[in-house]
């Protein structure tokens, strides 16, 4: 049962996920949660360091794709500074939204990873959806207050992970 909540990878923060690596894992899309995983929740204005890393994907060749489960209104206005592509009301933890914006920007599985800032409901999604995950630590320490019963059952969750698999570990790079 813990392995439906175990992420392919963990790293630090979105930006030192590095595209090269990504393209070496056959990766051409990055789905992406984005509240406190591209953005700050409190601040959605983004920052230089996600402008960066956005134009290194885009010489890469690798999509970026917010997945979302906010409403169209909100995320739309969030990622219109960035001009990126969105799918809302993703309903994440289940795969439902992963599934629907695989099959609408035409991807498998093996083609995309989805990165997040939580186990509740970015990482069980992808699993569910058959697809690699990235967790990242959140931008913020803090949460919207609907975001704060996830995150504590992710840190439950991912104490147990870590207790059954010692190598779990913070990584600076995809291994």
Known sequence: MLERFKPTWM?????????????????????????NT??????????????????QLKQAGIELIVVSNNHAARVSKAVAPLDLPFESRALKPLPI???????????QPDQ?????????????????AGVRSILVKPLLPSD??????NRWMGNQVMKR????????KWQKELK
């Open 161 to 168: 992970l870590v207790s059954a698999d010692p190598t779990m």
């Open 112 to 128: 995309v990873v989805m990165v997040g800032d939580q186990l509740m409901t970015d990482v069980l999604a992808a699993n569910g």
């Open 144 to 149: 919207k207050w609907v975001t704060m019963p």
């Open 38 to 55: 591209l953005i700050a929740w409190d601040n959605p204005d983004g920052t230089p360091e996600l402008r960066d890393w956005m134009a």
């Open 11 to 35: 790293i630090e923060r979105f930006s030192d996920i590095d595209p090269g690596q990504l393209k070496a894992h056959c990766i051409k899309a990055v789905f992406s949660d984005l509240d």
């Open 97 to 107: 939204g992963l599934k629907r914006t695989l099959k609408r920007f035409k991807y």
